[in-house]
């Protein structure tokens, strides 16, 4: 029998499969994720774990196991959730110590009750920057989540999934469930060098999802593999099947961006982001290479008229920025909140206004293809010199959310996929994007694309 270690840090899917197969039973995975979760607390990746909840779940997926009877795909499997999820027995923080003894939920939010009928087994609740507000991860209050890529030097986990990243990575969960508003599925994928999935928005229900900008909020999971990312989207939306299906490779376009998404990145992010592209083309895939108009028009409206996320933000806890809890709340965070005081009502419907211009228009120059970029310019930067200057960190964290923003602007659907690995082991990745609501057929290609990318980086 394989050690149930190995069986433990394989895919969703994989464990899922030993169940099946009775290799292992999901006790006993379960018990092994509780401890290694128990030995990681230095690393700062959990907020609460509910080794209770994720007892009794598993007593019952190992019974129905037993009878011949489970409830889904992923009946037994284990999962975490960014703590902004209403999980019942819980507090939700937010990453804030402002919440951090608000009162203990009695139920399940929507998506978590979902996964709870699919017999998934939830193992606490994950680190995030506070209220979900950076794409570099750092926590004042609850310590900022360790990058297991780098053993030595403590790099950004990304964010604001932090922990839902590191989770993955760190092998303590195969799938974690995060949010995206400007990039805070896709980062975090791209740092730890796991998949990320932002869904379009909308697609899986955020009723009670303690928000950061309405607009642009979306739930994701962040996984090892594109199936389990597919499986994870079809139980949290509380269906019983997918339409998903492998596209074939030769069906693929892909249109790279000229222009914007490769400014300002590292030598080893455009070096593998274009061996990335090169093994595509040569497995039959069609390589557009275009200038992309959308892209210069979203950076300039953001410089001119300041961002739908800011307005948003500031607009939810205004209450609590303008007030004496500003000063318990992340400097970095509140200083992007004011951000949004600032602006006018000018600049807001402006901002509306445009994008209702520019998202039919990159619809239609996408025309069924994916849009390809880098997902960050940059592999994970160290924490050390983020903490010691704010003015670095204010510009590096632009710099981070710069492309995956630009698809919560246009309104895309997205997959990060890692793409290699820099000189120092650190992960790269490359985003594919869509048009908003063609996430079937954004994951059909993305399954083919993973397949292609695991083969070039062998």
């Known amino acids: 029998m394989t050690d149930i270690e190995t069986i433990a840090s394989r895919s969703a899917a994989g464990i899922a499969l030993a169940y099946r197969s009775g290799e292992a039973s999901p006790v006993e995975v379960i018990e092994c994720l509780l401890e290694r979760i128990d030995k990681s607390t230095a690393a700062n990746i959990f907020i609460t774990v509910t080794p209770e909840r994720a007892r009794r779940e598993v007593e019952a997926s190992a019974r129905r196991y037993r009878e011949g009877n489970p409830l889904s795909a992923l009946d037994g499997v284990p999962l975490a959730w960014k703590d902004l999820f209403h999980v019942a027995g819980t507090r939700t923080t937010a990453g804030s110590a402002l919440l951090a003894d608000s009162p ?18 939830t193992m606490g609740k994950l680190n995030l920057t506070e209220f979900a507000y950076s794409g570099l991860g750092l926590n004042p209050h609850f310590g900022t989540p360790v990058n297991p890529n780098d053993r030595t030097t403590h790099r950004a986990p990304g964010g604001s999934s932090s922990g839902s990243g590191t989770a993955v990575a760190a092998g303590l969960v195969p799938i974690a469930i995060g949010t995206d508003t400007g990039g805070s599925v896709r980062i975090p994928a ?9 869904t379009s928005t909308g697609r899986i229900a955020k009723h009670d999802l303690i928000p950061l900008a309405r607009s642009y909020d979306t739930i994701g999971p962040l996984a090892r593999t594109v199936e389990d990312c597919i499986v994870a989207d079809m139980l949290l939306r509380g269906e019983v099947a997918s339409p998903v299906r492998r596209a074939d490779i030769r069906s693929l376009t892909v249109v790279v961006p000229t222009n914007v998404v490769t400014d300002g990145a590292e030598p080893a992010v455009l070096e593998n982001y274009e061996r990335a592209l090169d093994s595509l083309g040569k497995a039959g895939a069609t390589i557009r290479r275009e200038h992309v108009d959308g892209l210069d028009q979203v950076l300039e409206i953001t410089a001119r008229y300041g961002t739908l996320i800011a307005a948003e933000a500031y607009t939810q806890y205004r209450e609590m920025a303008d007030s004496e809890q500003a000063e318990q709340v992340d400097r970095r965070v509140i200083f992007r909140m004011m951000g949004g005081k600032r602006m006018s009502a000018a600049d807001l419907l402006s901002i509306q206004q445009a994008r209702e211009q520019l998202i039919p228009r990159i619809t239609a ?16 930067p160290e924490v050390a ?17 710069r492309n995956t923003a630009l698809g919560n602007v246009l309104d895309l659907c997205a997959v990060a996929l890692p793409s290699g690995r820099d000189e120092k082991g650190l992960p790269t990745s490359i985003l594919m994007s869509a048009a908003h609501d063609e996430d079937t057929r954004l994951l059909g290609h993305a399954i ?8 070039a980086q062998a």
């Open 104 to 121: 203990v939920r009695d139920r399940d939010m929507p998506c978590v009750a979902n996964a709870a009928a699919a017999g998934m087994v």
């Open 190 to 198: 791209a740092f730890n060098g796991i998949v990320g999935y932002k």
């Open 365 to 380: 120059r996408l025309s069924g293809a994916l849009l390809a970029m880098p997902t960050t310019l940059h592999t994970a």
């Open 385 to 401: 010199p983020l903490e010691a200057d704010d003015e670095l960190f204010h510009a590096v964290n632009l710099k981070t959310l």
């Open 448 to 455: 083919a694309i993973e397949r292609e990318l695991r083969e």
